[in-house]
């Protein structure tokens, strides 16, 4: 059966992606609206977000917002809403990694990781499950991390966010799919992005990453297309609560 059956298909659907501006939140705003799904991206930079959309076309708006900002979430998530409708999918895609070495983390950079990568997808989830609900159908997708299962250096406060996001995507899963809503995450590897340009920086080390992979690669972003999709539609109606790590094989050797 090929991608483009009615399986794997999310035409019509409404989905919300937070950390559009960029990285993998911007190429999983582009591939939902090239599938046919009306797609509003989140991000801080209006400017970003105005090139996304640009390049996206009519099925995709923005919404500039500092999601980390709980006081006024519930006024942001009413702005998403009010463009095309109450999301049927929730892309928690933003993220942020200080790189504070353990002895150096400071209170505000613990406290801004884990806003960002932990709280703000359970809060925008909590705020957007009861129109999901009231569909029968819903679609989270969280981003988890190789440090979700790995320690690297400089990155306490990341990799306990995103340790974490793991456990939140089971228990999201435990406490909605009976409703029709599924909760997945997706653990990429290492792609070119602004959040991992440091490692894309130092040549030598983006090469010793791709040869630590089973495909002997870095990934690219279109890698991340085909398990989106998978967990946007119908075709992974039965399949809740996992990490799909995609990240070439790094976590298998």
């Known amino acids: ?112 990781t884990l806003a960002i990568n932990l709280s703000a997808p359970f809060f925008l989830a909590q705020a957007m499950v009861p129109a999901m609900k009231d569909k029968g159908w819903g679609r989270i997708v969280n981003f988890a991390s190789l440090q979700s299962f790995r320690a690297f250096p400089g990155g306490i406060a990341y990799g306990a966010s995103k340790g974490a996001v793991t456990q939140l995507t089971r228990a999201m899963a435990e406490a909605w799919s009976k409703d029709g809503i599924t909760a997945n995450a997706i653990g990429p590897g290492f792609f070119p992005t602004e959040l991992t340009a440091p490692v894309f920086g130092d040549p030598e080390r983006a090469a010793r990453n791709a040869a630590q992979t089973c495909i002997g690669r870095n990934g690219e972003p279109k890698d991340l297309d085909g398990p989106l999709l998978f967990f946007c539609s119908d075709a992974s109606s039965y399949v809740t609560g996992q990490i799909l790590m995609l990240d070439g094989g790094f976590t298998a050797k």
């Open 1 to 112: 059966m090929s991608v483009g059956s009615p399986l794997f298909d999310v035409q019509g659907k409404i989905a919300c992606v937070t950390g559009a501006s960029s990285g993998l939140g911007r190429q999983a705003a582009l591939a939902l609206a090239a599938a046919g799904a009306k797609v509003v991206g989140v991000a801080r930079r209006q400017d970003a977000l105005d090139s996304l959309c640009q390049e996206a076309g009519p099925n995709c708006a923005a919404v500039a917002a500092d999601i980390a900002d709980r006081e006024h979430l519930s006024q942001v998530v009413s702005e998403i809403s009010g463009v095309f409708g109450a999301p049927d999918i929730l892309i928690n895609a933003a993220g942020l990694n200080t790189r504070e070495v353990a002895d150096d983390v400071t209170d505000q950079g613990w406290d801004a």
